[in-house]
């Protein structure tokens, strides 16, 4: 059963990583290594910089995020991510199409409850 | 300064190079995520305050990052995102409103548009051409098709057109930007219409699309982002496509607004750099729009125009000018100006367009609508008077919705006069009134004012007379008017006259092709048709026929002349003068005279496009006498002196480039200059027609005027077609016209031949004497046409010494139309006494006369011969 609830979980947690991302990236820009210290800190995601960095990496190709590099006093130059417009419009999407998938899911736990 | 070891290098290389491949197949840019790693990793041993990295830190710091993780939707999850994706960026996911905007204004109004536009010409004809070329035509069907591509593509998942759809709607956005800006001045007056009328959607039609194109684009590039890798690629440089190709093709109009600028200039040196560059890129359409005006709404909505001419608009008469500098066509030799896209006409030209030339004193435009219905050309000669009568009544026909005015330069035979004028009103003939010249025309324009019925003849010059007739009705109205013409016959011998047809020379009206003027004269003696395209016939004995049919285009060439047989013995003919103040008669005789060749000949040779007839004009001069001292000039930008006629200036003349239409003027004055040192002379003025007077002829008037006994002009027009310098000479004794048969070097070859030692010609000459007594005199009796070429010789006399008056009140005693005198033919009694006119008595004008009496002058002639060979 551990082993069943363990899959799932992982295929829950890759299905939600592109959306953690993208709305890590709502409110502001943040650079890359702020961004994966915020996402490998959260809770229940268990994900790893060796994960992410490939994952910003496409979402950029896609056009979803922009990135830049800014030179730093504190160390290396600093790669900073922000949302594309397409981007904000995915995620749009994504929080519409989420909304709306955990909202049957609650009717249904309510059913399940009812009966 | 950290410092890494060697080995912690190595076995951070290492880890890039097991990590590669898994990050390649993820999709991700791998030299930027290993770049992001080392950066990542510099961060950590930063924070950690390493100063030297060993393989031990690179190895905690790698077990911590991890190993790439396959993204999630790369196995089976990647049809269903697609799925997922495509459901939320399919168009028709956007609700029913949305998709209707998205069709209707993406799709169906942009079609909508270009095919109105397209068959009607609706904004071209009210404002400017928004569809000059099918060019434009293709590029504006562009948009409804790239929307209606995108909206397939984005139905299909993004997959389809992966490769052009970001191009194609690039241009479509560039095209729809371009004529979202071209139709900014209408956007106002549409919305307004939308608010009050519920119509004016189409001049919004360009930024309404634009929008759906753009939103389109979006939902395209979301739905490929969200589905894969790949953007929508090529849009920016689609769009600068399409805009630089509406540039492109406006680049020629530009250019033509700018060039007429220019053209309208003050400085005469910027005029021709207007004129050269017209010459070289100018776009003739456009030109020839302007030379038939445009409305104040049109150029105030012409946002190009306004760019490049700084909202500075050309007045029609300019542009007429400036179209002859640059072409050396008269704007009206050519068909009306067409939108290049096969839509019928220039709606410029369209029934709700104000004739600018309506009463005025220039033929002007072709109207639309307007066509010569019928011709016919009656005539009679007097072979031995050498008098011919020709009747030309033409019908008008109006198929707009307007009223029009029917106008023409008609060249009359050579030493023509105008003796009849007739307008039918409610299908009875009106005969004109004959008085001074401003008289005339002062009543036709009031007339014309009243829209009531009037025609009106005045001289344009040597030779030729202009026709105004208003109005012809609207809707298939037909207007009939009849000119009576009076001319002597050229003489070829003693045995033999020639007559000429008159003919138009410039109109504003059409003669289709299949056109045919239906020519008929008759006299006494036996006539024979030049070049056989007449046929012959005799009805009875003692009277001659010849009739036929002759297109527009033949009318005044040599094979359409009739040529009059007579009897060579009679050298004397008169007539009696009725309308003098005493009975009196004139005379006239026929004799040979020897052609005096000029002393010095100064040949002015005019350089418009137009003169297309060099060569033969080189090889007719190596016919001129060498006795004649001559000199060869060209009315190029600048007159240009050649020089003496020699085999290089032949050959110089035959390689010279004629380019637009040149300002004549100057060398012709120069040319008197030269001639005038020398008596005897002439100047023989070789030109193209000369649609537009570029400049004040008063200067060459002045000379020719002031110098009667000066030297000539004699005018060698090479086609049929008006002659604004030849019009301002209009009554000028020095001024004569070389008659043509059509072919140049012929008749200048025939003209240089006649100055030889041994040249002659027959001529008459005509005097007037007191009838002292009734006694029958010597010679035949002609008609009363005779007094009239007399009274039209002795009115151009008066004239020429001033005595204007008595000229205008001769004219008006014999009925005839010269430089001093025209006639009009008005609808009413109340109208002449209005304006102080009267119609002469129908008694009084002449006519086609009936055979029995040609066979009673006839019977006379020959009776009097007889009794003249039988000697006393």
Avoid at chain 2, 180 to 198: K, N, S, T
Avoid at chain 2, 254 to 277: E, S
Avoid at chain 2, 342 to 358: I, N, P, S, V
């Amino acid at each position: 059963m551990n082993d069943y609830f363990d899959n799932w979980t992982v295929q829950v947690r890759k299905g939600l990583l592109d959306l953690c991302v993208l709305s890590a990236l709502a409110e502001k820009e943040r650079y890359g290594y702020e961004l994966v210290k915020t996402l490998v800190d959260l809770p229940g995601l268990g994900v790893t910089e060796g994960t992410l960095y490939p994952l910003l990496s496409r979402l950029r190709v896609q056009g979803l995020v922009t990135a830049r590099l800014e030179e730093s006093p504190e160390g290396p130059a600093r790669k900073y991510y922000a949302l594309s417009s397409a981007g904000r419009e995915v995620l749009g999407l994504m929080q519409q199409y989420m909304d709306g998938l955990n909202q049957g899911a609650r009717i249904l736990r309510k059913r399940g409850a009812i009966a | 300064m950290r410092t890494w070891t060697a080995a912690a290098r190595e076995e951070l290389e290492q880890y890039f190079d097991r990590v590669r491949t898994a990050l390649e197949a993820s999709g991700a840019d791998v030299a930027e995520v290993i770049d992001d790693l080392r950066r990542h990793i510099e961060q950590e041993a930063a924070i950690s305050q390493l100063e030297v990295v060993t393989e031990q830190d690179v190895r905690r710091l790698l077990a911590r990052i991890g190993a790439p993780e396959p993204p999630a939707s790369e196995a089976s999850g990647r049809h269903e995102g697609r799925s997922s994706a495509l459901a939320t960026a399919d168009p028709r996911s956007r609700g029913p409103l949305a998709n209707a905007m998205a069709i209707g204004f993406g799709i169906v109004l942009p079609t909508i548009a270009l095919l109105i536009e397209w068959m009607t010409g609706m904004c071209a004809g009210a404002f400017f051409a928004p569809l000059p070329t099918l060019w434009h035509v293709a590029l504006v069907a562009m948009v409804p098709l790239t929307n209606g591509l995108l909206w397939r593509a984005l139905r299909q998942g993004g997959e389809a057109g992966r490769g052009w759809v970001g191009w194609a709607s690039g241009v479509a956005v560039g095209v729809e930007l371009y004529y979202a800006l071209l139709f900014l001045p209408l956007m106002l007056p549409g919305l307004l219409g939308i608010v009050f009328y519920g119509w004016g959607l189409l001049p919004l039609s360009p930024v309404l699309s634009m929008i759906v194109t753009l939103l389109l684009i979006r939902r395209l590039r979301v739905q490929r982002a969200a589905i894969g890798p790949g953007a929508v690629r090529g849009v920016w440089p689609g769009f600068a496509v399409g805009l630089a190709g509406l540039v492109f093709l406006e680049t020629p109009e530009a250019l033509t607004r700018y060039g007429l600028t220019l053209a309208t200039d003050d400085d005469p040196r910027t005029i021709r750099r207007g004129i050269q560059l017209l010459r070289d890129w100018g776009d003739r359409d456009v030109l020839l729009r302007d030379c038939y005006g445009r409305t104040r709404a049109a150029e105030n909505m012409d946002l190009v125009g306004w760019v490049v001419t700084g909202g500075r608009a050309t007045r029609p008469e300019k542009a007429r000018e400036i179209y002859y500098r640059v072409t050396g066509q008269p704007f009206n030799s050519v068909p009306a100006p067409k939108v290049r896209t096969g839509r019928a006409r220039w709606a410029g030209l369209d029934d709700w367009t104000w004739d600018f030339d309506q009463a005025g004193e220039e033929v002007g435009g072709r109207i639309k609508g307007l066509t010569l219905h019928s011709s016919r050309l009656d005539a009679v000669v007097e072979p031995d008077a050498a008098i011919a009568y020709c009747e030309w009544t033409m019908e008008f026909k109006n198929a707009s919705a307007r009223q029009r005015e029917a106008r023409a330069q008609i060249l009359l035979p050579p030493g023509g006069v105008v003796s009849r004028l007739t307008l039918w009103v409610n299908g009875e003939e009106r005969e004109a009134a004959f008085a001074g010249r401003g008289e005339v025309r002062e009543a036709y324009e009031k007339i014309v004012r009243q829209r009531r019925d009037p025609v009106l003849v005045t001289t344009a010059g040597p030779d030729r007379v202009l026709v105004q007739c208003f109005p012809v009705p609207p809707d298939g109205g037909i207007m009939k008017v009849r000119l009576g013409i009076t001319a002597p016959l050229e003489m070829k011998s003693a045995e033999t006259g020639l007559m000429r047809w008159p003919h138009a020379i410039e109109r504003n009206f059409t003669i289709h092709e299949t056109f045919r003027h239906q020519l008929w004269v008759e006299g006494p003696r036996p006539l024979t048709s030049s070049g056989g395209a007449l046929q012959t016939e005799q009805p009875r004995e003692g009277w001659h026929a010849i009739r036929g049919q002759a297109q527009e285009t033949d009318l005044w060439l040599a094979r359409n002349f009739v040529q009059v047989s007579r009897e060579g013995a009679v050298r004397e003919v008169w007539a009696r003068d009725t309308r003098g103040a005493t009975p009196d008669v004139v005379r006239r005789t026929l004799r040979a005279a020897a052609v005096r060749p000029p002393a010095r000949m100064v040949l002015v040779i005019d350089g418009s496009q137009g003169m297309d007839q060099m060569p033969a004009l080189a090889e007719a001069l190596a016919e001129l006498p060498s006795t004649v001292e001559a000199s060869v000039m060209i009315a190029g930008d600048e007159p240009v002196s050649v020089g003496a006629v020699s085999t290089d200036t032949r050959d110089r003349l035959a390689r010279w480039r004629v380019r637009g239409g040149q300002d004549n003027v100057p060398a012709l004055v120069e040319a008197w200059d030269v001639a005038v040192q020398r008596p005897d002379s002439l100047v023989v003025w070789i030109c193209a027609p000369v649609p537009v007077a570029l400049e004040s002829a008063e200067g060459l008037r002045q000379r020719y005027e002031r110098r009667p006994n000066g030297p000539r002009l004699m005018a060698v027009q090479t086609r049929v077609g008006p002659n604004r310098l030849l019009e301002a000479l209009d009554g000028v004794a020095a001024v004569q016209l070389l008659p043509r048969t059509g072919d140049l070097a012929a008749d200048l070859g025939a003209l240089f031949r006649s100055w030889t030692d041994t040249g002659s010609r027959w001529e008459w000459a005509q005097e007037r004497e007191i009838d002292v007594s009734a006694a029958p005199r010597e010679g035949a009796e002609a008609s009363s046409h005779l007094v009239r070429l007399w009274a039209k010789d002795e009115i151009r006399r008066l004239a020429a010494s001033r005595m204007t008056e008595a000229a205008v009140e001769m004219a008006g005693r014999y009925q005839l139309v010269t430089p001093v005198s025209g006639a009009v033919v008005l609808e009413t009694a109340q109208q002449y006494r209005d304006s102080g006119l009267e119609p002469v008595p129908p008694s009084t004008v002449p006519s086609i006369p009936e055979p029995s009496t040609w066979a009673l002058l006839a019977l006379g002639s020959g009776f009097l011969l007889f009794m003249r060979r039988r000697g006393p």
